[in-house]
């Protein structure tokens, strides 16, 4: 299974590795294990370096985000291999983050042992899968009642979602996310990070981007990857002062893929210990809870607390000082 997990990571690592380069304040790292004698590629890493703004401010919140990975094959080799990857990559990156975090999208007890060795210490983590293999009725019969209300009263008041048509467009995605971010008082990413995603994916189809309109306004919008049938939930954003937006356009592409793909993946639901609103919106969409959790390596203890002052700052004042999570 990992062996078909790494031929399968691969060539989304190469796409990535094109997204992030042409994204500001983002720094790819790709690095593969390979056996010498046959070439076999036996350990992939595509990571990026985030940061939210050039000099100083970078300096105190780059942080490294390895996405659904590393990646390696089955056995003994593929551990050993991954464990020698791990270690070149520190070294590599060379104290130009203050931490790396592995999120994973898949279960790592086969890796969990020697992850913490290293020093990755394990949190839990959420998320809820929702098969699409399937007619969308049988996806409808098992939202919980309150979210259908919320659907069937957002088409009542005539929400409308339908597919960006040009990349002019992203403006609209991009401007109602960034909304929802500074209400919740957290960090985005610039605007180059789906443009490069349009520009680097829409051809190939692995991406999607939607928007709901009321009346000719722009109320809400999201983003979705997909890859071999997987369709990762990226980004989100609705006007806060009208209700069942996120309803609509979740339930619009839910009954789009249906049929058509394997698994839609919300994307994170937070530490099952921890308060998350969004986590009870997603639950009720009837997908299955699982916990694959996720991995944090911190690099320099003293720049983090700084990074982890600066965001209590934001949050507090809602200044813009962009500190990333």
Not at 9 to 22: A, E, F, H, M, N
Not at 40 to 56: H, K, N, S, T, Y
Not at 213 to 222: A, D
Not at 225 to 240: I, P, T
Request: net charge positive.
């Amino acid at each position: 299974m990992r062996d078909c997990l790494l031929s399968r990571g691969l060539g989304d690592v190469y796409k990535r590795q094109d997204v992030y380069r042409s994204t500001k304040n983002y720094e790819p790292i790709s690095l593969a294990a390979v056996e010498p004698e046959s070439g076999e590629i036996l350990a992939v890493l595509q990571a990026v370096i985030i940061r939210d703004a050039p000099g100083f401010v970078g300096s105190i919140s780059s942080r490294s985000i390895i996405n659904n990975g590393p990646l390696f094959v089955e056995g003994k080799k593929g551990l050993e291999a991954l464990e020698k990857l791990l270690n070149y990559y520190e070294k590599f990156l060379h104290n130009r983050a203050i931490y790396t975090q592995i999120r994973n999208l898949w279960d790592t007890e086969n890796s969990k042992g020697m992850l913490e060795s290293l020093g990755y210490q394990y949190e839990p983590h959420l998320n809820y899968l929702i098969d699409l293999n399937r007619p969308a009725e049988k996806i409808w019969g098992d939202i919980h009642k309150p979210r259908r209300k919320g659907i069937n009263r957002a088409e009542k008041v005539g929400i409308q979602v339908r597919k960006i048509e040009t990349r002019d467009e992203i403006k609209d995605c991009y401007k109602v996310i960034e909304e929802t971010y500074k209400n919740v008082r957290l960090p985005l990413a610039d605007i180059s990070l789906l443009e490069s995603a349009y520009d680097k994916l829409s051809d190939k189809r692995l991406i999607d981007f939607y928007l709901a309109t009321l009346e000719g306004e722009v109320v809400g919008s999201r983003v979705v990857l997909k890859y071999k049938g997987q369709v990762h939930d990226w980004y989100a954003g609705s006007k806060q002062e009208i209700n069942y937006v996120n309803e609509a356009v979740v339930w619009h592409m839910l009954s789009e893929y249906a049929g058509k793909e394997k698994v839609f993946d919300f994307g994170g639901a937070g530490h099952p210990d921890k308060p998350y609103g969004v986590r009870e919106f997603k639950k009720r969409f009837g997908g299955e809870e699982v916990n694959y959790g996720r991995y944090k390596k911190i690099h320099s203890r003293a720049r983090e607390e700084i990074m982890k002052s600066g965001l209590k700052v934001y949050k507090t004042v809602g200044k813009y000082v962009h500190i990333g999570i």
